[in-house]
């Protein structure tokens, strides 16, 4: 063995090292994709949850009132219809009493 032959421990050293940096930022990336794709599918489900509840509160108020509700603000207070308007914008535009009011549910992006 040659005495001045330390270039082989410090090749291996720094391929190691390399490596593990490799390995940490592949892990943050794949964690990062994860959280987004989590994210994503939790507000297609609140927006679906949403959906309904207006279906369901404007079907109810037609059934127990005999007239579709006049605002989004009457289910909100005869119904209790909540939902965060942070996140959500309901288009609430009745169409009559006894027509079916249009619906239309956007994301708000920050």
Request: hydrophobic letters at 40%.
């Given at each position: 063995?040659n ?14 090292l390399i ?8 892990f ?10 989590i ?8 927006r ?8 369901r509160?404007i ?6 009132e005999?007239t ?6 009457y289910?909100?207070s005869?119904?209790?219809l ?10 609430y535009t ?17």
């Amino acid at each position: 063995m040659n005495r001045f032959e330390k270039n082989s421990f410090l090749k291996t050293y720094r391929f190691r090292l390399i490596i593990s940096g490799l390995l940490i930022v592949a892990f943050l990336v794949l964690f990062h994709l994860s959280l987004n794709s989590i994210s994503i599918s939790t507000r297609d489900n609140q927006r679906e949850s949403l959906e309904n509840a207006l279906n369901r509160d404007i079907i109810q108020c037609y059934v127990l009132e005999g007239t579709y509700p006049p605002s989004l603000d009457y289910l909100k207070s005869h119904y209790g219809l909540t939902y965060d308007e942070d996140v959500f914008f309901v288009d609430y535009t009745p169409r009559g009493a006894n027509l079916l009011p249009d619906i239309t549910i956007l994301e708000v992006h920050e």
